[in-house]
């Protein structure tokens, strides 16, 4: 098993001599917990399909896919996501149209009676342009696409997205966009830090985000934007574990 | 370009030369219709029998190649090759080149090259789930290569990124032979059931034809006849005859699709690739011998004004045609308006054997489907061999003084360097499924098949230097290292798709190049029992006279039943033993080597022993899977240097290693010989491996430990890792900023 992890490393490093695999999931996948998931499916969603197994695998969760013409949502949901993609082709702006798909609004109202929201990549765009998290997606630096494996800080562990892992926590999980640039003003960034919003930052400079800001909650916390896959990263043999605890968490919750 | 009007231009001999057709050929058309064309006609005829879509120079010489065996269901003639990998699953594959448009409109030209491998691909009822490539470019020092590069790589990522189907290998060279064509090869791999796969043929007459996708526009008009000629100083002015793709349709056009097929709907199904309209047409109705009448006035089109003769050729993208059974038209409509599809029935299947097309209430057109596909021009073009080259040995070069400075060289010049700049734009993660891809250290990308233990190891391999020096040896190396490097995973190779890109086959130096090639190839693919399964031929490669270096580009798909009994060359523990296997020899020519350090390009390439490389790979899988070898890497560009540093590299742990005896240090490092790999073996496992090898006389020897954080070999030089990194991940980011 070649490992994320290693592949971050730079040079020869005596960890690197001794390493043995890091990446253990910490439980085993705890099942039956009676999770109720939804994740929503716009023309364009492309990760869908890996939300709904990520969820099925770290929490044994039960998943309905939602069509993006649908304007109502299951009952008792524990949990939205919108996936990663490119919703609408990414035209006119990333997540701009899905803003204003007619699944956004019972998104919106879901988010509104409490139920916890989880956008992720193109998520996070969507949940920006739909006013439930403040700021923007911008196009990244390099104004290029990138696809790699990021380091993470778990800035805030007290989040129900984040309760799973340690405050300061070092995780590994990969990101692939091309608008991951997370801009917002500077009262705004201020506020974040100040209201403890942020959830994770990368370690190192990817897309040229402000704060290396990766993951933001709202004032309630129960909607979270986060750039990089945790649904990419939910078992070892993909190379991380650690996204299964952003699910795992909600379960503690 | 010329367009029809409503006048019909009289056929004028310039007229029959611009759509790409000889005298002869025309005169054939005249005899075949019994009268002359009219314009329709003429360019239907003239894509129909382009090189791109009738093969007319290369068909003969393909049928050599062996295309059965116990896995495969679906050999060449279909969309893609289908192979059996147990359970009632099939992978299905193709590859494909876009290289004229390409080097005339690189984003676009390399995105609808994905996208359009991709139809192929999900046409036959597979859902796509690997990407991969094989890039050449000219001279890094030339004008137009950044450029080239930059377009090519944001246009595959672009596309693919959006589909959500990742890419997960590639290889890319530069060189200038390839400074007035680029070579785009795009492969696609998808999954099926084994009992629905859907074909182009099976339609019956009385059948309704269904169009669904994009609208027709006038983009791409003539596509494969540009693509079927060489280019001077005015293919810039072609950019018109490129097509311009739209991914999220492709992404939608897709899942339309399998829903579709999920309702037992279809009778037959073709993408409208090269030609069209035209060629999905005429393909679906030449299998049965059937005809066609389509009513050219229900063809969705994106802009009004469009004559037939445009409809016709127009190679817009995200298109698709299908026969479906009678009565269920409203049941397809249905699920393309679900996904927001234009969807129309056009016309329908008939027994005339004639493609009959209406307009404006007149007919159009009214040919004959079988010459337009079986009848079409089959040529046996005179070839010449190339001449024969000497070798090269190591009393042939001034010996290496600076082992370092070479060794940094080999791993930095740019074919040696790494591709982290490009292949960090494409998404390899999407689907979830990845285990190996460009990011790690493996011979071959490695796709897991969606919840179970089985994955397919896909490899694209090309060593266009050892097919110019001589092209029946390098054209059975091409086969063999693509057999090598799904082996070095511990996978089983199955089958391979092949994209044979050459130059002008009218010049008989060029076709010797082709004949001997794909002679060698498919002395290979009998040897190893890796049957070609679907392929692509790219002719007129060449730019004022100048052709590309022959480059028949493989793509190699093999099954693991368990993937976690796979290796790849990045796991190296403290204490490990170092082992070469095979046998290497004094020969030095048409290496990297050669090339990068003493700046000479001929000598004659390695040969193959076919038996030799079959029995060394098929004794190094057996070890594999009964996990006796902890890290395993071909021997290829660069010999035994360059496998040592790349596995130095990618563990983070040095290498301690000796110089055997018997041969000087120039030829152990940098020789080519085929058949070799670098093991990392715990020494627990050592006498196993050894016995093994030597039970199968096969040649294998201690080289020395892991350890340390240098690649170190005996006296001559020492390098530490992070010195090795930085020149390797450093030419590329250089390069391109």
Redesign the interface.
Known sequence: MFLLRRLLQDGCTIAARVSVPVFTLAEKPRRGEGMKAAVIIYPGSNCDRDCKVALERSVGADVSMVWHKETTLPEGLDLIVLPGGFSYGDYLRCGAMAALSPVTRAVVDAAKAGVPVLGICNGFQVLCEAGLLPGALLRNASLKYVCKPVALEVTNNDTPFTRAFSEGEDVVMTVGNGEGNYFAEDAVLDALEQENRIAFRYRQEVNGSQRRIAGIVDPTGRIMGLMPHPDRAFEAELGSADGARVFQSLLAA | MTQAVSAEPPMTPTLVAEHGLSEAEYAIILDRLGRAPNLTELGIFSVMWSEHCSYKSSRRHLAKFPTKGPRVIQGPGENAGVIDIDDGQAAVFKMESHNHPSFIEPYQGAATGVGGIMRDVFTMGARPIALANALRFGSPDHPLTRRLVSGVV?GI??YG????VPTVCGETNFHPGYNGNILVNAMCVGLADADKIFYARGAKAGSPIVYFGSKTGRDGIHGATMASAEFDESSEEKRPTVQVG????E??LIEACLELMATDSIEAIQDMGAAGLTSSSVEMAGKEYLGIELDMNKVPVRETGMTPYEMMLSESQERMLAILKPGREAEAEAIMRK??IDFAVIGRTTDSGRMVLTWNGNVVCDIPVAPLSEDAPNYDRPWVAPPTQNPVTSVDVAPVQDWAATTLKLISCPDGASKRWLW?????????D???DS????DAAIV?IHGTQKALAISCDCTPRYVAANPYEGGKQVVAEAWRNLTATGADPIAITDNLNFGNPQRPEIMGQFVLATDGMAEACRALDFPVVSGNVSLYNETSGQAIPPTPAIGGVGLLRD??KRV?F??VR?GDMVILVGTTTDNLGATLALREIWGREDGAPPTVDLVLERRTGDQIRALIQAGHIRTCHDLSDGGLLVAAAEIAMA????LALRLPAGLSAEATLLSEDQARYLLIVDPTHADHVFAALEAENIACEPLGTAGG?ELAVQDLFAI???DL?QAHEGWMPAFMA
Not at chain 2, 246 to 249: G, L, N, R, S, Y
Not at chain 2, 651 to 654: D, E, K, L, Q, V
């Open positions: 944001a990522g672009g990124n959006c589909v959500g739209d991914p999220f349709v992404k939608l996904w927001d960090e734009q494409y998404d390899r993660h999407v689907m979830a990845t285990l190996e990011a790690t250290p493996s897991r993937h976690t790849g990045g796991d403290l563990s983070g742990t040095g954080c530490d890792i992070d990194k």
